[in-house]
């Protein structure tokens, strides 16, 4: 805004916010939550003065069998780490 105080800001997309009348590009970065210049998003797929859209879709989980992991602390591997006893038939299994 110091650089650009007539811009407007009419778009925001996760992450990138779009601005109009920028006449001075403010300094670019690389770091982690640096500023970079991108490709303008889709204006529909922004949310600026708009309702959000929220997510409503539910999620069950449907396969609730789990395998119970049986360490032994005699049956190692070449790191040294303990291995679960039916380690073998999960492989075996394509598990």
Do not use: H
């Not at 119970?68 to 005699?74: F, G, L, M, Q, V």
């Amino acid at each position: 805004m110091k650089l650009n105080p007539k811009c407007e800001l009419v778009g925001i997309k996760t992450d990138c916010l779009v601005y109009n009348n920028i006449t001075k590009e403010p300094p670019l970065s690389n770091d982690w939550g640096g500023v970079k210049k991108c490709d303008v998003p889709i204006i529909k797929d922004c949310t600026i003065n708009q309702e959000p859209k929220l997510r409503t879709d539910k999620y069950e989980l449907i396969n609730n069998t789990w395998n119970k992991i049986e360490w032994n602390a005699n049956i190692k591997n070449e790191k040294g780490f303990m291995m679960d006893n039916k380690l073998n038939s999960y492989i075996d299994n394509s598990v």
